[in-house]
T-cell receptor, first 114, second 116 residues
């Protein structure tokens, strides 16, 4: 158990809908990351937050947004869902987000868009 | 931009044997960090081993060790005494040394099958 908690574990929704994925980082970790793992794109970095502020942005679509709240939990919002958004979405956390910090992953949220 | 290349899509090894997974990377940074993560069929991402680029000594964690060649930008993972539980996808990953905005850049992964 990495200490990173993600909910829900599985989610099935229809195209065009909006979903929210939730993440609680490990106790003491200030930085949260979101990754998407799909069959054709591999593990793609989406976005990083540190203590409530956005720190780095990757291949995140405009239909997707994220935020980190004062209690350090984070949410990833996915809207206008398409079939291609079906993937495993990982949340991960680290102490400061600085170089060398080990990043610990949650168990992921499986999203299926039908 | 950094890139990570794992040239072996799949590998297999007999139980108790040794196997080496290859990884090369490209970066212009002088200091950085390298990781191997394991993803078993459960799909959870599990840290196997990490290496700081400024350390010349290769990292070791029990049956797992790395061969870090900084000049060649190579970072291979050696698994000794392979066990059935080692069957998984293995990802090599790179992280820069910025103060805050860092992320892991992953390779495409190598599927390792341990056979009995």
């Amino acid at each position: 158990d990495s200490g990173v908690t993600q909910t829900p574990k599985h989610l099935i929704t229809a195209t065009g809908q909006r979903v929210t994925l939730r993440c609680s980082p490990r106790s003491g970790d200030l930085s949260v990351y979101w990754y998407q793992q799909s069959l054709d794109q591999g593990l793609q970095f989406l976005i990083q937050y540190y203590n409530g502020e956005e720190r780095a942005k990757g291949n995140i679509l405009e239909r997707f947004s994220a935020q980190q709240f004062p209690d350090l939990h984070s949410e990833l919002n996915l809207s206008s869902l398409e079939l291609g958004d079906s993937a495993l979405y990982f949340c991960a956390s680290s102490i400061t987000g600085g170089g060398g910090n080990t990043i610990y992953f949650g168990e992921g949220s499986w999203l299926t868009v039908v | 931009a950094q890139t990570v290349t794992q040239s072996q899509p799949e590998m297999s090894v007999q139980e108790a044997e040794t196997v080496t997974l290859s990884c090369t990377y490209d970066t212009s940074e002088s200091n950085y960090y390298l990781f191997w993560y394991k993803q078993p069929p459960s799909r959870q991402m599990i840290l196997v081993i990490r290496q700081e680029a400024y350390k010349q000594q290769n990292a070791t964690e029990n049956r797992f060790s790395v061969n870090f060649q900084k000049a060649a930008k190579s970072f291979s993972l050696k698994i000794s005494d392979s066990q059935l539980g080692d069957t998984a996808m293995y990802f090599c990953a790179f992280m820069g040394d910025g103060e805050y905005g860092n992320k892991l850049v992953f390779g495409a992964g190598t599927i390792l099958r341990v056979k009995s």
